[in-house]
C-alpha cells in the first residue's frame, strides 16, 4: 500500500476517534500537544481511511509519532464534523494512540470529517447491519437497518472454550484462512489441537474469535455449542454473511 494511503488511512482512524466524542455536528477545537500548536501535533496514523465505508461500530483511532504527555490537549487537537449528532468518548490503548468509540453504536449513513494538524480525512458510516448471535438459542440472526433478514443455525464455544459474551466489531475478512491451535497456546498435536483451512473468516477480536464456515460442525449448528470459541456456521450462511459485512459492522454475543 503506498504511504499516502497507509497516512491517510491512519489519519482517518484518528478522526473516528474524535468524531465519536465531539459528534454534535459541529466541528470542535482545542489545544495543543506537549505546549505545541495544534499543527506540528506529531501524528502518524489514523483510521479508518478516506472514503472508507464502514460499519456503525467501527471506532476512530489515532497514533501519534511520539509519546503524549498531555492527552486532554491531544484529544482537543482533534476537529471532527458528522452529519448527525453523536455522543462518545476517548478512550487511551497507549501513551501513543488514542480510540474515540461511540456511546452505542453510530447512526447509519453518517457522513464524518475528522481533522488533525492539517491533514483532513472524510469517511461514510454505512447501513446499520449488526448480527446478533445467541450461545442458548444457537442462533445467528442478521438485523440490517432495524429488520431481521436472516437467522441462521450456529455452533459456538463449546464448556471450557465458550465464546466471550459482549459486542464486537469487524476487524478483518479472509476469504480463506489456515487456523492454528498454536497460536493461543494450544499445541497442534494435543487433545484440543487443531490446524485447519476455513473459508469465509470475519475476525471478532484479536485472540482468534471469528465468525467462519465449519461444515464439519453443520449437525451441531442450531443445537449444541462444540467449537473452540469461534461462532460456526455452514459453508452457505458463512458466505452470505461475508459477502455482506464491513469492517466496524458489530456482532453482539448474548445468551
Known amino acids: 500500500m503506498p504511504n499516502a494511503q497507509r497516512v491517510a488511512r491512519l489519519l482517518l482512524v484518528s478522526i473516528l476517534t474524535a468524531v465519536a466524542l465531539l459528534g454534535s455536528g459541529v466541528a470542535a477545537t482545542a489545544g495543543t500537544l506537549g505546549g505545541a500548536p495544534p499543527t506540528r501535533l506529531p501524528t502518524s496514523a489514523l483510521e479508518p481511511a478516506d472514503g472508507a465505508v464502514v460499519g456503525v461500530g467501527h471506532p476512530v483511532t489515532v497514533r501519534f509519532g511520539a509519546p503524549v504527555a498531555d492527552r486532554a490537549r491531544a484529544e482537543r487537537a482533534v476537529e471532527i464534523t458528522t452529519s448527525n ?131 464439519w460442525s453443520v449437525d451441531s449448528q442450531g443445537y449444541a455449542n462444540v467449537s473452540h470459541g469461534c461462532i460456526n456456521l455452514s459453508t452457505e450462511n458463512a458466505q452470505w454473511y461475508f459477502d455482506r459485512v464491513k469492517i466496524g459492522d458489530p456482532v453482539i454475543v448474548e445468551g
Not at 480525512?121 to 446478533?132: C, L, R, W, Y
Not at 499445541?187 to 487443531?194: A, F, K, Q, R, V
Open 85 to 215: 449528532p453523536v455522543s462518545g468518548h476517548f478512550t487511551w490503548l497507549d501513551d501513543r494512540r488514542v480510540q474515540w468509540v461511540p456511546d452505542g453504536l453510530w447512526p447509519g449513513h453518517t457522513t464524518v470529517t475528522v481533522a488533525v494538524a492539517g491533514a483532513r480525512t472524510q469517511f461514510q458510516v454505512g447501513d446499520e447491519f449488526v448480527a446478533v448471535a445467541n450461545r442458548s438459542t444457537h442462533q445467528f440472526t442478521v438485523i440490517l437497518n432495524g429488520e431481521v433478514v436472516r437467522t441462521m443455525p450456529a455452533s459456538m464455544g463449546k464448556p471450557g472454550y465458550e465464546t466471550p459474551v459482549g459486542t464486537f466489531s469487524v476487524l478483518e475478512k479472509f476469504r480463506d484462512l489456515v487456523m492454528d491451535s498454536s497460536t493461543y497456546g494450544v499445541p497442534i498435536d494435543s487433545p484440543e489441537g487443531y490446524r485447519i483451512d476455513t473459508e469465509y473468516a470475519v475476525r471478532l477480536t484479536w485472540g482468534g474469535i471469528f465468525v467462519h464456515a465449519a461444515p
